[in-house]
C-alpha cells in the first residue's frame, strides 16, 4: 500500500526561519522605521515643498484649504498647478471640494536667501482644514520636517597693475574678487607675499597703517580678510606698492595672490592670479585667464592653494564636506525638500490623519528596487517551504 503524502505541517522550527528571513529581508530595506538626517537645501537656490489631501470619506469635503507657514530664510516663488497665494511667510492654497478618494497635490515652490548661513536648519509645518466636520481634525497639522542649508559660491580671483614699475616709485595692483553665487562666502581670505623689490607702500609695515581696510602686512606678506562676501558682488582692493629704489631696468617682478574661504568653492582653478611685469616697462601684462564657469557645477571639495604661506598662521579652508548631494541648476526646479500628506474625512464618521515624508535619492530608491526584489524572493521561498511536504517517515 503506498501512502499518501499528508499536508504540509509547520513545524516551530520552520516558522522561526520565515519570521528571522522576514526580519532581515525589513532591514535591508533604507528608510523603513528608522530616523535619517534633514534633507539638505541649498543658499541661493530653489527648493519645492510637495503637499498633497487627501479625503477619505466617507462624505465629500468641502472648503479645504492647504496651508504652508515658511521660515524666514525662504520666499514663496510659484505653485504647480497655480493657485497659492502668499501673505507674509503663510502661503495658502484652496482646494475648494474634494470627493471621497479623491487627491489634491501642491507644488510650492521657494528660494532660500543666498545669506542663509551654512548649517542653518529650517523646520517647516503644514496644515489643512475643510469647512466639512470631520472626526479627528487634531492630526491635521504635520509635525515639524526639518532641512539644513549648505552654502557653495564661485568664487574668481583676477588681478591688475596700475603704472609702471619704476625704482623707487610707487604703483597700485588691483585685486578684485568676484562671487558669481549662488550663495554668500564667508571668511574670504587675500594672501599676496610680493616678490623681492616690492614693499608694501604703508606708513607703517607693522601696523599696516596706510594699506586697505581689512588688510595687514608683514615686510613683503600683505594679508585681506573679509568675512562676508553677497552672491554676485564684487570685492576690490588696491593695493599700495613701493619698488626698491637699487633695482635695476627690466628686472622682471611676478606677483601672485591667491584666495581661499570657508564657502565651499565650485570653482579652484580661478583662485589665483599672475601678474609679471619688467621694472621700467609700461604694464603690458594681463591678469591669469579667468575660465568661463559652465551653468552645471560639481560640487567636489577644493585643496587647499599651493601659496599659502606658513608666516600667516592656519589658511581658511573650504570646510564643506564631500558627500555633499549636486544641487539643481540656480533657476531649474529645484530640490524637493519635502512632501506633506493629509487625509481628511467627510463626517464625524470618518477618522483622518497626517503623515509625511522626505524624498529618497536615486540610490535610495536603487535600493528601493533591490529591497522589492528581495521581498518577491523572500516570497516565493516562503510559499516554497509552507507548500512543500513533509518527507516520508
Known sequence: MRRRASAPSHTPAR????????????????????SHAPEPIYAGRLAVYKITVINRGPSEAVGVTASDTLDRWL???????????????????????????????????????????????????????????EGDPADNLTPPVDAVVRTMADLSLQMTVAGPLLPGRRARYRITVSNRGPSAAAG???????????????????????????????ARLVVCRRLHLAADATWTVDLPVRVASGLPSGVLLSNTVGMSSQTLDLTADNDVATVSTRVGDPPTSTPTPTPVPTQTHTLTPTPSPSWSSPEVGPDVSDSASSDRHEPDDREGEGTVVETHEFEVGGSAGGKPYISEWLPFTGLSLAAYGCGGLLLLAFGALVVTLMRSPRPPR
Open 75 to 133: 520666499t514663496f516663488v510659484s505653485s504647480d498647478p497655480p493657485g497659492c497665494r502668499a501673505v507674509g511667510q503663510r502661503v495658502t492654497c484652496p482646494v475648494a471640494r474634494l470627493g471621497v478618494n479623491e487627491t489634491a497635490t501642491y507644488s510650492v515652490t521657494v528660494r532660500t536667501s543666498s545669506d542663509t548661513p551654512e548649517g542653518t536648519l529650517i523646520s517647516n509645518i503644514a496644515e489643512v482644514t475643510a469647512a466639512t466636520a
Open 15 to 34: 516558522r522561526l526561519v520565515c519570521v528571522l528571513l522576514a526580519i532581515v529581508t525589513l532591514m535591508l530595506l533604507p528608510g523603513i522605521a528608522a
Open 188 to 218: 574670504v581670505t587675500l594672501v599676496d607675499e610680493l616678490p623681492e623689490g616690492l614693499l608694501p607702500d604703508a606708513a607703517g609695515l607693522i601696523s599696516g597703517a596706510g594699506l586697505p581696510e581689512g588688510c595687514t602686512a608683514n
